[in-house]
């Protein structure tokens, strides 16, 4: 019994450790099939996977505006304090007070690229870019200011 | 004939005419140990680089390719980082031996050297026990490595040193004993007459299935006797940062990581030599139109083929297995290498008695 047991042991471990040596044949004859990108070269053809998340940021349309109400969701639904929203408030022509953003303040070195905040967005004001070379030398560049000057929330975004 | 015992022969020749007997011994004895030195630095940057090749095309990846053309020129330009840069000592560690363990680990290896057949009529020194001297100098390589450990008083190092010597110490017993089955078939230790027996065929072929066996087992006795993964447990990165050689940088560290790739090549051509008839070219029968065709190919070229085939062998063992725990990695030896390659060693022994191979 035990004797069948250890030949069973070896002979179960060598046809593993076979199927494992074929696989890694196949990749190392097959060398062709390249995973990786040869990044500062290929920079102009550069293909994102489609999930890839580089920064937050907020569309404007051609007319200056977005979809920002100033609700404060994405600040409330960031892990690690990177939104700042300050809000201010709009006269309307009609002398009603509506709430609206005044900065949307985002913090790139603080960001974890969880996408929370797209997710919490009621009115999808913000989304996320495939930008990844962030590198500068001072780090207040990292800080941005996502609503562009003078721009206006977009008619009919509650 | 153009060959590298034809020119060693003129070289002789040459001394011997211009200088009397004792100074040509002397400058001899310069020239080989120079050239050891050349095929040293030689096989280092070889070795790395397809090291470092073969691990990127298993991976999917492709490897240095930025320094020199097609990347050729990266190992060069890794020795120079590390020739520049400081080779430091530790406050704490013992220094004389810690400066003296990768000069250790680098003697075991030219000591290694001597016995070697590199092509037909041309080897350092065909002593009559040369396969036992390569198992006896082999296992002082764990010396080096103990004394790296221990010296470094550094709890990672030591770790390291301690597990390197329960492996290589029990591996020896399995590696042992398989290079045994071909010595018990040649009748012989010397390596020349070991080359000679497969004149008409290697031994892989000849020796059936208990050859095939002590193969298999010569071949991952000799990866862990050389640390390499799945057996490198003696550095293991993730759990000990880098073993034995933690608190060695610049040349001294180099000299580790190269007495380590000349490990596997030596290691792997005394498999050739075992096992794949060293520089013998592939000869069946005897004296035939393919024998003879396959004599036109130099004898130098078989035994680099062949020994370049065993260490790709052993780089696609590295980068295919997880490495073992040192509980797996005992039991593999003491429990399955060592008592199927006794059976095995029996089995030859009937073999050769009986004479069952061809």
Known sequence: ?158 | MWSLSHIANEIHTWLSNTFNPTWTLVIEMVLAGVAVIGLFAALGLVLVLMERRVAAWIQIRLGPNRVGPLGLLQSLADTLKLIVKEGLTPDGADKVMFNVAPFIAMIVAMLLMAPIAFAKDFQLWDLNIGVLFVTAVSSIMVISILMAGWSSNNKYSLMGAMRSGAQIVSYELSAGLSIMTIVVLTGSLQVSDIIHSQGNGWWIFKGHLPVWIAFITFMIAVTAETNRAPFDLAEAESELTAGFHTEYSGMKFALFFLAEYINVFIVCAIGATLFLGGWMPLHFGSNNAFNDAMDYIPSSIWFFGKTFCLIFLIMWFRWTFPRLRIDQLLNLEWKYLLPISMINLLLTTAMAILGWHF
């Open chain 1, 1 to 158: 019994m035990f004797l069948t047991d250890y030949i069973k042991d070896v002979t179960g471990a060598v046809k593993s450790l076979a199927t494992g040596m074929k696989r890694t044949l196949y990749y190392f004859t097959h060398h062709k099939e390249i995973i990786t990108q040869e990044y500062p070269d290929n920079r102009d053809t550069l293909v994102l996977p489609e999930r890839f998340k580089g920064e937050v940021v907020m569309p404007h349309d051609e007319k200056n505006e977005h979809r920002c109400t100033g609700c404060t969701a994405c600040e409330l639904a960031c892990p690690n304090g990177t939104i700042k929203v300050i809000t201010k408030f709009d006269i309307s022509p009609e002398g009603k007070k509506k709430k609206a953003i005044d900065k949307l303040v985002y913090h790139l070195e603080l960001c974890t690229m969880c996408n929370l905040c797209v997710e919490a967005c009621p009115s999808d004001a913000i989304k996320m870019a495939q930008t990844f070379e962030h590198s500068v030398y001072d780090r207040k560049q990292l800080t941005k200011i996502l609503n562009h000057p003078g721009s206006k929330i977009m008619e009919g975004v509650e």
